[in-house]
């Protein structure tokens, strides 16, 4: 048997995996017909630490996340410690990687520029030594994400209506809180915020840039201090966001570091880490990792918006 070029983690229960009907089978025969070999792991039954093992253990050239953000920051781990380049196959619902990225998103256009994709490098985040690719955020909106998730592959308007309902009573109950920011450039402050956000590198203003990053190897990380949040200021938010001028809001504050520790009354702070939900021991130290991860994308070209070292 020939030698797998990419070992590919499956989650057959993103969203895009879903709506295409993308399935190990239909994996295995896109790359059969370029004439290459893979292996594929899609058991979602089986506990994500030990399809990770699995993964490190493949002697494939490539690890290749095919499902969403949370699925290919799993995996950009594993790839980082074992000096191998990360692919993503981009299944999920947001996709943020692979749009900074300008990596295809619909599974005819990825195919056709795989064979023009290179390794290049990218910087990594870090919160008490656990990897994140685009942000951490705790406080209100961990909360918020949660109830989104249980309405994940719901469509239907009851749905989304009790999505919308839910904001906006979660919003008129939140509360700040106090936390200690530490940064590597300046004295600790106590900070009374409803929510904190740590990038790795800065989301970028312009029309229709909505959570998009100009650029991730620009080796810092980007605090978010968000200190009220009524269902007024999230509409306000929300329009300058879209309309691409969104910095300069009274709500925010914004400061980039290269690390920074933040402490709060609790032992264990709720977060959101790439879109996913999980507990974190406090305090929690941010860093940055340059250039830490190999990641396959699009070769950079004089007039890209996404600029990324070559490996």
Do not use: C
């Not at 990770?52 to 253990?57: K, T």
Request: proline letters at 4%; zero cysteines.
């Amino acid at each position: 048997m020939r030698q797998a070029k990419y070992h590919i983690l499956l989650n057959p229960n993103s969203g895009g995996a879903m709506r295409l009907g993308v399935t190990a089978d239909r994996l295995h025969e896109l790359f059969a017909g370029r004439g290459e070999a893979v292996s594929i792991d899609a058991d979602s039954d089986r506990p994500f630490e030990q399809r990770l093992r699995i993964a490190r253990n493949s002697n494939a050239e490539f690890l290749m996340a095919a499902g969403g953000d949370g699925t290919a920051t799993g995996l950009a781990q594993v790839a980082m410690e074992t000096g191998r380049s990360l692919a993503v196959l981009p299944l999920g619902t947001a996709n943020l990687l692979a749009r900074d990225l300008a990596i295809p998103v619909t599974l005819e256009e990825w195919f056709a520029a795989l064979d023009t994709m290179v390794p290049r490098r990218m910087d990594v985040g870090e919160v008490n030594g656990r990897i994140f690719l685009h942000k951490v955020v705790i406080g209100a909106v961990p909360g918020i994400a949660a109830a989104r998730e249980h309405l994940r592959g719901r469509g239907d308007l009851a749905a989304k209506l009790g999505f919308l309902g839910h904001f906006v009573r979660r919003l008129s109950r939140i509360r700040r809180f106090a936390a200690e920011i530490a940064t590597s450039s300046g004295e600790p402050r106590i900070e009374r915020v409803q929510s904190i956000a740590i990038a790795n590198n800065d989301y970028a203003e312009g029309l229709g840039k909505l959570f998009q990053r100009q650029r991730l190897d620009g080796g810092t990380l980007s605090l978010y201090l968000l200190r009220h949040l009524s269902v007024a200021d999230a509409l306000r938010l929300a329009a300058e966001m879209a309309l691409g001028s969104w910095k300069n809001d009274d709500v925010l504050e914004i400061e980039n570091v290269r690390a920074v520790v933040v402490r709060t009354r609790w032992l264990r702070i709720r977060a959101m880490i790439d879109g996913e939900i999980d507990t974190l021991a406090s305090p929690l130290r941010f860093r940055i990792l340059p250039l830490a991860l190999s990641i396959l994308a699009p070769p950079v070209s004089t007039d890209t918006d996404h600029p990324l070292e070559a490996t």
